[in-house]
Structure formats: structure tokens, C-alpha cells
């Protein structure tokens, strides 16, 4: 229920309002006085107050200035029969929402209250909602500082001194590695320990999109540039401006495309597509790449000059199976963040899981061993994960891991028997060790399958 506080210095008035907005569903509090009205709004916190100009003790706009000075979040209406264009106007600066003269209508003021409370709703919602979203923000920056890459082993930690010492300045920045170890992480730290951080982040992955799009995407066009291009596009390279631009796979960038975007890390401009006007480009340059750099320079799917542009800092990040000590912290890390999603306690690993983890390979590096203990908490009843909770993949014995990590059309200079061999490996691997589907996907019987298994010394446990 609204609580309504009435200034007026005349009791008739006093009792019609408080009858008339009870009447109506609202809780009145009255004051005869500025005085009085000021000791009730600080007492009682009214959500509107309804205030005359002509008071005893004190000038009524006095009144209103000394309510809005002290409590600006009140609503307050002035109703009055001093209704000079300069009150009203001078009111209205001083921050109440309406200026009502008398005498007035019943359903004139009940209109206006009715409009000043929804206002003042409005407001308040607003304001919650911007401080609930201050505070979502604040717990997501929490949460990212403590999803934080965690660095135990030596490699790692060297490359994590190195990000904390290139990140302050605006060098490029090329960093290395497999798919799936970090790469987009290190990039993040590099962002959020730079002087840009408070710009924003923007990254292609230019292995995403077609070759022919990528161009607009990274320039941006004005409209009718081309075929579709029906609005401008600011493009990736203006959307990073102040922040940090982080290009994934940027050997899979069009070689032609290459040299024009190293014109623009030497010139710092470019034009968007269809345009002739020239536009400055500040950002600062993260890019990665999975492919091995001398493979990528040789077979030219990297320019050599863009190469030695990109690489003022070159940070090539290791494999899992290169550091292992990383697993622990790492499992851990992703255990305790899927599980605080999924309203679970706090997780553990039972040995047998724990060594798993450890002796296990990792050929998708991080990426994989996180998808595999979101899949584990997923299923974990308990605290406790266990082997059992790992992805059936995972537990695939080594010799069918191996063969899932190779084509699948094999060596075709292998004979005969090897190969047959080996496409039993691929049907065992591909149904996950189930022998009936893997005789199936072959055509032949599951006897067959156990005898030619036999024959190759294909033993799984």
C-alpha cells in the first residue's frame, strides 16, 4: 500500500485529501506545518508527497527545494492556489512532478497520483535493475578471476610471467599451440592485464567463416558495397577501436587478404568495403594459429611478412600431455565450476578417477579434459566422481584410442592383413568397443569378428 504525505496549512483540506486517497487504497499522513511535513517525510519514507506553496513558517518553493535536497528520490506534486505561471515553472525546475492549482477535480488529482506513482515505480525498477547488473558484474568478475588459467607446472608458469610482463603494452602478439590448449585464454589474460582493458575484446575466428566473407567481416562495408550489404557494417577492426582484436586461426586467412591487413598494422587505417573514406585503426593485435609455424610458412598458408609482423612476442603453449601437472588444478577447477551451476556440493575424485585423469592423453588438450569433467558431474550422483562418470570415449582402451586418432580410410600401402586389421580397430573404436555394433558396421557376424580379432591379437579388457 502507497504511504502519501499532505502538506497544507488548512484542516479542511487536510481532511478532504486524507478521505479522498483512503478512499482509495492509499495510507495518508498530515502535516499542517513545512516543519511538520519535513519531521514526517523523515520519519515515515512516503512514496508521494502532495505539498501547498502556502505555508506559515516557511516560503513554499523554500519547502519543496529543502525535500528534494534532502530526499531526492521523493515524488512530489504541488497543489496550491497561488497558480502563477512562474510557481509552476519554478516548481518544476526544483524537481516536483506536477504543479495542480485550486480548487481541482477529485479524479484530476487521483489521475496524477496515480501517474506519479507509477513513475516513481518505473524508477525504481530501473535503479534495481542497474544495480543488479552492477552486482552480476561484479560476481562475474569474481567468478572470471577464479576460472583464472591455473598454472602449475613450469612451462606454464614461465608463460604466465611473460603474459603479466608484454601485457601493459601494445606489442603484437602471436600465440601458438594444438587446438584445445588455451590459446583463447591466454589471449583473454592479455586483454585483461593490457591498458586497454576497459575497451572491449573482439575476436574472429577466421577459420569460421568462408574465405570471401571474411573481409567484410573484418573491414565492415558501407551499404550497398555488395550484393546484401543493405546497412553499413562497422566490421571487426572498428568494433575493437581502444580494445584489444584477437584473430583465431589466422593462418587460414586468404593469403591476398594477409597483405591487406598488413598494410593496416603498418599504416594504421583502412577503408571498409565501398568506402573511400579512410579510417584510423586503434588496436592492439593478439593472433593464434594451430597449425605448426614452419609447416604454415612453407606451404604459404601463412605470408612470411605478415609472420614477422605478428610476432613481436611468440607464445607457443604446450600440449596437456607436455604438462601434467596442470591436471590436478585443472580437473578441479572445472569440477567446482559445473558444479556450483548444477546446485551440487563440492566435488572430488576418487583415486582410480584421479589417476586416469593423469595417465590419460588428452589429444583435444584442456578443451577436452573440460568437456570431459562436465560430463562427469553431470552424471556424478555424489560428490564423488569415478571412473565410471568419465566419457565412455575416454575409457576406450589405448590401442582403440590410437586408431580413432587416425584416418579412417588408413595407409593404403598397408597389406592386406594389416589392413583389415586395422579397419577393425576403426569399427571397434567408432562404436566404442561394443563388438556387436562393430561386426555390424563391418557386415560380418560377431563370431567372425571374435576370430579375426583373435587372429590379429586384438584383446580388449
Not at 502563477?84 to 488529482?109: V, W
Request: charged share 25%; glycine share 6%.
Amino acid at each position: 500500500m502507497n504511504k502519501i504525505v499532505v502538506i497544507d496549512d488548512e484542516r479542511p483540506v487536510l481532511l478532504t485529501l486524507e478521505a479522498l486517497l483512503t478512499r482509495h487504497g492509499y495510507t495518508v499522513h498530515t502535516a499542517g506545518t513545512a516543519g511538520a511535513g519535513l519531521a514526517l517525510i523523515e520519519k515515515s519514507h512516503p512514496d508521494l508527497v502532495l505539498q501547498d506553496l502556502g505555508l506559515p513558517d516557511a516560503p513554499g518553493l523554500e519547502t519543496l527545494g529543502r525535500i528534494k535536497q534532502r530526499h531526492p528520490e521523493s515524488v512530489v506534486i504541488i497543489i496550491t492556489a497561488q497558480d502563477s505561471l512562474s510557481n509552476a515553472i519554478e516548481s518544476i525546475k526544483l524537481g516536483a512532478f506536477h504543479f495542480i492549482s485550486k480548487p481541482y477535480a477529485p479524479e484530476e488529482l487521483l489521475n496524477v497520483v496515480k501517474r506519479a506513482l507509477e513513475q516513481r515505480d518505473l524508477v525504481k525498477d530501473r535503479e534495481q535493475l542497474i544495480a543488479k547488473t552492477a552486482e552480476l558484474s561484479r560476481q562475474l568478475e569474481q567468478v572470471q578471476q577464479q576460472l583464472a588459467p591455473v598454472f602449475t607446472s613450469r612451462r606454464m608458469r614461465e608463460i604466465n610471467e611473460l603474459v603479466s610482463r608484454i601485457a601493459p603494452s601494445d606489442a603484437n602478439v602471436l600465440i601458438t599451440g594444438e587446438s584445445g590448449v588455451g590459446k583463447e585464454v591466454v589471449a583473454n589474460q592479455l586483454h585483461r592485464l593490457s591498458q586497454r582493458q576497459a575497451g572491449p575484446l573482439v575476436k574472429l575466428n577466421c577459420a569460421a567463416f568462408p574465405q570471401n566473407m571474411i573481409e567484410s567481416e573484418l573491414f565492415g562495408y558501407v551499404k550497398g558495397a555488395f550484393t546484401g550489404a543493405l546497412n553499413d557494417f562497422p566490421g571487426m577492426i572498428q568494433e575493437a577501436a581502444g580494445g584489444t582484436l584477437f584473430l583465431d586461426e589466422i593462418a587460414e586467412m586468404p593469403p591476398d587478404l594477409q597483405t591487406r591487413f598488413l598494410r593496416v598494422l603498418q599504416e594504421r587505417e583502412f577503408r571498409p568495403l565501398g568506402s573511400t573514406k579512410t579510417i584510423k585503426a586503434d588496436f592492439r593485435l593478439v593472433a593464434a594459429t594451430n597449425r605448426p609455424v614452419p609447416a604454415a610458412l612453407s606451404s604459404g598458408a601463412l605470408r612470411q611478412d605478415l609472420y614477422y609482423r605478428l610476432k613481436t612476442f611468440q607464445l607457443e603453449i604446450p600440449p596437456l600431455r607436455e604438462r601434467r601437472e596442470d591436471i590436478p588444478s585443472l580437473a578441479l577447477l572445472f569440477a567446482r565450476r559445473f558444479a556450483t551451476q548444477l546446485n551440487k556440493g563440492e566435488p572430488r575424485f576418487s583415486p582410480d578417477a584421479f589417476q586416469f585423469l593423469m595417465d590419460y592423453n588428452w589429444p583435444g588438450n584442456v578443451r577436452e579434459l573440460q568437456n570431459a569433467i562436465e560430463h562427469s558431474i553431470v552424471l556424478c550422483e555424489s560428490s564423488t566422481v569415478t571412473v565410471k562418470h568419465l566419457p565412455r570415449e575416454l575409457r576406450l582402451p589405448a590401442i582403440l584410442q590410437e586408431a580413432a586418432a587416425r584416418p579412417a580410410n588408413g595407409d593404403s600401402n598397408l597389406k592386406l592383413d594389416a589392413r583389415e586389421r586395422e579397419a577393425i580397430l576403426q569399427a571397434l573404436a567408432q562404436c566404442h568397443g561394443n563388438k556387436k555394433k562393430a561386426a555390424a558396421v563391418l557386415g560380418i557376424h560377431r563370431p567372425t569378428l571374435y576370430s579375426k580379432m583373435k587372429r590379429y591379437g586384438i584383446e580388449l579388457k
